[in-house]
């Protein structure tokens, strides 16, 4: 078909591949090889003369579906799952980065990928400067000779910062730097970083693109050129994604818009009604019409997102209302169908030091939420009876 189909008709039908059986829904490829007719066949594949599979570390049918399915909905020529989140960061670093390279990170990171960076990336002797995800200036006072890579999330988690894509990639591009962004929160029926200019989009499979909270997963997308290499790391470093985590992965996809679509606006309710409580210092959430970034919020982002912050005067107080909620789920996942509640400072971001929790905006009194598909009105109510 020439025309061009709607992203939630690829979520669908897009990437699949199918066996002489002509399956209707995508077969699960349960296999650690595959056999080739001849030992000649066997050359011809691994030496890519022809296309096919050999091992699962390296492709998987049922895997590839699901990376030509993502990369679709990025917009991007190539996609590479991986087995988690935080694999998938680590093949954007190591792929493109060598001891004496020097990177620029947004200071709003979640927790595990701060704790990444300052842990292991650093002790490969690549160095890393912090910046405001907002500040475009302090991008640009933070560039050496050695910068080979922009990093960020956007929105940051969980404090809904947002960060213009198109002046970071035009600026990292003018100082030959990669820019790759963490997308999450939002997943590409929320944002598609590509198209602002971003070289790399990676995301945790695990959140909002499987949204039931059943398997881990990764993925990055971008140029075939960059994904390429990518692919050859991961395979290198065994970083494959399991068949069966990617089957179920092609079964949150097919749903994602709907639940997306959903999910923002219920967070916006909650987020407003939160608003309005005494009790809350300050509500973090980037699709609020008061939101300090609304016009680049609009300009590049289709939604608020379905993670929301918001303040309380302490860690007591905040513990209260997590230990109180009743239909609210006590956990650190995001994007699930069933909503979630946590506190940051001990949770998420427990690794950072405090003084690094505070640098990013992670206070004592911070709670996030991940807003689900419950019915809005039990969500509010069960926030209002922990409230009280």
């Known amino acids: 078909m020439t025309k061009k ?18 399956e209707h829904n995508q077969a699960l490829f349960m296999t650690s090889s595959f056999m080739w007719e001849s030992a000649a066949h066997a050359a011809d594949l691994f030496s890519k003369k022809v296309k096919g599979f050999t ?14 399915r993502l990369a ?47 842990t292991v ?27 080979k890579l922009f990093f960020l999330e956007t929105p940051s988690n969980p404090l809904g910062e947002v960060a213009d894509l198109r002046a970071l990639a035009d600026l990292a591009h003018r100082h030959g730097a990669l820019l790759a962004v963490d997308n999450s929160l939002m997943s590409p029926y929320g944002q598609r970083p590509l198209e602002q200019g971003a070289d790399i989009s990676v995301q945790s499979a695990t959140k909002a693109l499987d949204g039931h909270g ?61 608003q ?21 919020v609009e300009r590049q982002q289709n939604g608020g997102g379905i993670v929301i912050g918001f303040e309380l005067e302490d860690q007591a107080a905040a513990w209260k209302v997590i230990d109180s909620v009743e239909v609210f789920s006590r956990t650190a996942n995001l994007g699930d169908v069933r909503s979630t509640i946590t506190h ?10 405090p003084e690094d929790k505070l640098a ?22 069960d926030l209002k009876q922990a409230f009280a």
């Not at 068949?243 to 179920?248: I, K, L, Q, V």
């Not at 990013?360 to 039990?378: H, M």
Request: a negative charge.
């Open 72 to 118: 679709q909905l990025e917009g991007a020529e190539r996609a590479v799952a991986t087995s988690s989140g935080m694999s998938a960061i680590q093949a954007a670093f190591f792929t493109f980065l060598q001891a004496g390279d020097h990177i620029v990170s947004g200071r709003g990171l979640f927790g595990t990928t701060a704790g990444f960076i300052d």
């Open 276 to 296: 309005t409580q005494p009790q809350v210092k300050a509500v973090y959430y980037s699709g609020l019409p008061e939101h300090p970034q609304r016009e680049l």
């Open 5 to 22: 189909l709607h992203p939630q008709t690829l979520a669908i039908r897009g990437g699949k591949e199918e066996t002489q059986y002509r």
């Open 121 to 147: 990336v650093r002790k490969f002797g690549i160095e890393v400067s912090y910046v405001s995800t907002t500040d475009i200036g302090e991008w640009q006072a933070a560039i050496r000779p050695n910068t």
């Open 214 to 274: 059943r398997v881990a997963g990764g993925v990055l997308a971008g140029s075939e050129a960059l994904m390429a290499q990518v692919a050859v790391y991961c395979n290198s470093c065994g970083l494959a994604i399991s068949p069966f985590n990617s089957w179920e992965l092609l079964s949150g996809i097919e749903t994602l818009s709907l639940r997306m679509e959903k999910q923002f606006a219920q967070a916006l309710a909650v987020a407003q009604w939160l």
């Open 55 to 68: 091992y699962t570390r390296t492709a998987n049918p049922t895997t590839a579906a699901f990376e030509k």
């Open 360 to 381: 990013a905006g992670i206070t004592q009194g911070l709670v996030r939420l991940s807003v689900g598909l419950e019915v809005v009105e039990d969500l509010i109510d």
């Open 344 to 353: 940051p400072w001990t949770t998420t971001h427990a690794r950072m030091s």
